[in-house]
């Protein structure tokens, strides 16, 4: 078990992210810079996942919102094991709209 924000515990994390097999997906870059995105994980000691991602378009105009979620569980190698979820979602934001989307997994 590691001490929040530890050495030893950022060192781990660093290798795993370094080791994993997985490649990012391609993202399309938007020239536009408004709309806002907070994501925030939750992991609870019996295994429960959760992930909030809240939206804010700042903008006057609507934005459409394609969201890739690539959930998986790894070794501390970065080994992945298993994929948990992958889901694509689309969304709307209207003109000043915010909206949260979440996702949990047992």
């Not at 781990?12 to 994993?20: G, H, P, Q, W």
């Not at 709309?35 to 991602?53: A, K, W």
């Not at 609507?62 to 889901?87: A, E, M, P, Q, W």
Request: hydrophobic content about 30%; proline content about 3%.
């Amino acid at each position: 078990m590691f001490v929040l924000d530890s050495d030893e515990r950022n060192v781990t994390l660093e290798l795993v992210r370094r080791l994993s097999s997985r490649k990012a997906p391609e993202t399309q870059q938007c020239d536009t810079k408004d709309v806002e995105f907070n994501i925030q994980p939750d992991m609870q000691r019996n295994g429960d996942f959760n992930v909030t991602l809240k939206m804010q378009n700042t903008s006057s105009e609507t934005r459409n919102i394609d969201v890739h979620l690539n959930v998986l569980s790894c070794r501390y190698t970065g080994i992945s094991t298993s994929d948990l979820k992958d889901t694509l979602s689309a969304l709307k934001l209207e003109p000043q709209e915010s909206m949260c989307a979440r996702w949990a997994w047992k």
